[in-house]
Nanobody, 120 residues
Framework: QLQASGGGLVQAGGSLRLSCAAS????????MGWFRQAPGKEREFVAA????????NYADSVKGRFTISKDNAKNTVFLQMNSLKPGDTAVYHC???????????????WGQGTLVTVSS
């Protein structure tokens, strides 16, 4: 119901664009977001966007480098990642939920992740 794609191996300073395709019922929820989990670390909030696309929220660690967007005609959310750093290496998951945008970890549905590896 949530399928992330677009991960891969990239050099530091490079870019990747992740996609998350959702079923209609899940996509219609209030917000969708991206999380990441690096080996040995806890899951970390990355970014979220409301259904309308008018409001977004970012982790401080990615502000100015990552951009979340969506295509409602395709039930797809994107994460454009620029100026990637080795510290961005992680499995990236997309999620959907009905809680307010400020509740960064309050999501109802989670998809399988896609691996992003940034080499130095």
């Amino acid at each position: 119901q949530l399928q992330a794609s677009g991960g891969g191996l990239v050099q530091a300073g490079g870019s990747l664009r992740l996609s998350c395709a959702a079923s209609g019922r899940i996509y219609s929820m209030y917000k969708m977001g991206w999380f990441r989990q690096a080996p040995g670390k806890e899951r970390e909030f990355v970014a979220a966007i409301t259904w309308s696309g008018r409001s977004t929220n970012y982790a401080d660690s990615v502000k100015g480098r990552f951009t979340i967007s969506k295509d409602n005609a395709k039930n797809t959310v994107f994460l454009q990642m620029n100026s990637l750093k080795p510290g961005d290496t992680a499995v990236y998951h997309c999620a959907a939920g009905g809680a307010g945008l400020g509740r960064k970890y309050d999501f109802d549905y989670w998809g399988q992740g896609t691996l992003v590896t940034v080499s130095s």
